[in-house]
């Protein structure tokens, strides 16, 4: 949401230091987090691995002022925690931050009020995270535009929250890896943002691939996090093209997550634009555009596709890490941001119908159409 080029510029001369060049390569190369490496429980013999994704999560801020939900976000993602079990790992893209204070070098001193241009900058109580926790998340993305709304102090509390919690932070050198099925899964993050510690870069498709390449030397299964695109209902339709929101370059998302895929990406997550966008399969390999809001409470627009998300369930090969099956449990935002089980399945609907408009200008459109609908039948059971 919004701009983050000018408050960017305001950070320390260190984080911008470590944005350069031989800052990002290193990262690259960096080994898991502190908090090491989650072994998810398998089967003998067990030849897949069971992922779920979801989008934007937001649970209350307490700036400018506190807007927190009732009995401290208690029931927050009580009704679609079911959607998530049973999986090997569990992602979200966390946006904003897990602090207790902090200045915002993008809001400044901001107070709301009447004629007052809004400045979105989010910090939730640290506590909050036991609600990520209980509600089974293992890896929280860290690489979008909120996760320095409050400097690099909010960075290293929200690491230092998720670190204590046992959920493994995504972005840049923080690359999450899970065990499971035998295989040795990384997750990595990257972003349209100014490339940091903790952004790897999404406008720099070459250094991408050379990211995700190295990845996959070491590592059985690649899962690649992106927070790219514009944002909004008038960005409900992806196609490769560059895309800009409020004057900001949001990348190409089909390029970017095709050339991953190429580089050895077995699975890729995109978030940011806050409504569901298109799926395919490319190469054997899923790629969701954007999951859509998950649970952003009070701050954001949940108006039309705005308030429609879904749950991505994928189970992918363990030796080949090539979708097998997928399902796509459909969420509603009920006022002011509450994520509800929606039995209708209308983000099951759009999200065919993007798919079906997106696939039909490939050249081998009924061959790309048959895959999807394939494996999407293939979730769906008996």
């Known amino acids: 949401m919004g701009r983050t080029t000018a408050f960017l510029r305001l950070l320390p001369a260190i984080l911008l230091f470590a944005a350069g060049p031989a800052g990002a390569q290193d990262n690259a190369a960096a080994p898991p987090p502190a908090s090491g490496e989650q072994a998810a429980p398998a089967p003998e013999g067990r030849t897949t691995i069971h992922i779920a994704a979801v989008g934007d999560i937001m649970m209350g801020t307490t700036f400018p002022e506190p807007i927190l939900p009732p009995g401290d976000g208690a029931y927050l993602l009580r009704d679609v925690a079911p959607l998530l079990a049973d999986s090997d790992l569990v992602f979200g893209n966390l946006e904003g931050t897990l602090s207790e204070e902090g200045r915002s070098p993008k809001c400044g001193d901001y107070k709301p009020g009447p004629g007052i241009r809004p ?30 709304d409050f400097g690099m102090e909010g960075m290293d509390n929200t690491l230092s929250v998720l670190d204590n919690a046992g ?6 050198n923080r690359v999450a ?4 099925a035998g295989k040795r899964v990384a997750v990595a993050g990257f972003s349209y943002s100014m490339p940091t510690l ?32 514009a944002e909004g209902k008038d960005a409900l339709r992806v196609a490769d093209r560059q895309e800009e929101y409020l004057g ?13 895929v190429d580089a050895g990406a077995d699975l890729v997550l995109g978030h940011g634009p806050h409504v569901p966008r298109a799926l395919e399969i490319y190469r054997g390999k899923l790629i969701a555009y954007s999951l859509g809001n998950f649970a952003v409470y009070s701050m954001f627009n949940i108006k039309g596709p705005s308030g429609l998300g879904y749950v991505l369930r994928a189970t992918l090969s363990a030796d080949t890490g090539e979708i097998l099956s997928f399902r796509t ?19 099951e609907g759009l999200l065919r119908k993007l ?4 696939l039909s200008g490939e050249p081998d459109a009924d061959a790309r159409r048959k895959s999807l609908a394939d494996a999407w039948r293939a979730g769906a059971g008996p």
């Open 119 to 148: 400045c979105f900058a989010f910090r939730t109580p640290p506590r909050y995270v036991e609600r990520l926790r209980d509600a089974g998340f293992t890896a929280l993305n860290v690489a979008n535009n909120h996760s320095l």
């Open 167 to 172: 959920i493994q932070a995504v972005g840049g």
């Open 177 to 180: 890896v899970f065990t499971a």
């Open 198 to 229: 903790y952004v790897h870069p999404m406008l720099d498709i070459p250094r991408a691939r050379e990211i995700v390449a190295d990845l996959k030397k070491r590592h059985d299964l690649v899962i690649v996090s992106f927070h790219g695109g």
């Open 248 to 260: 900001e370059d949001r990348g190409n998302p089909v390029r970017f997550a095709r050339a991953v």
């Open 329 to 347: 449990p459909s969420i509603e935002l009920r006022h002011p941001g509450v994520p509800q089980v929606d039995r209708e399945g209308k983000a």
């Open 355 to 358: 798919s079906e408009e997106f």
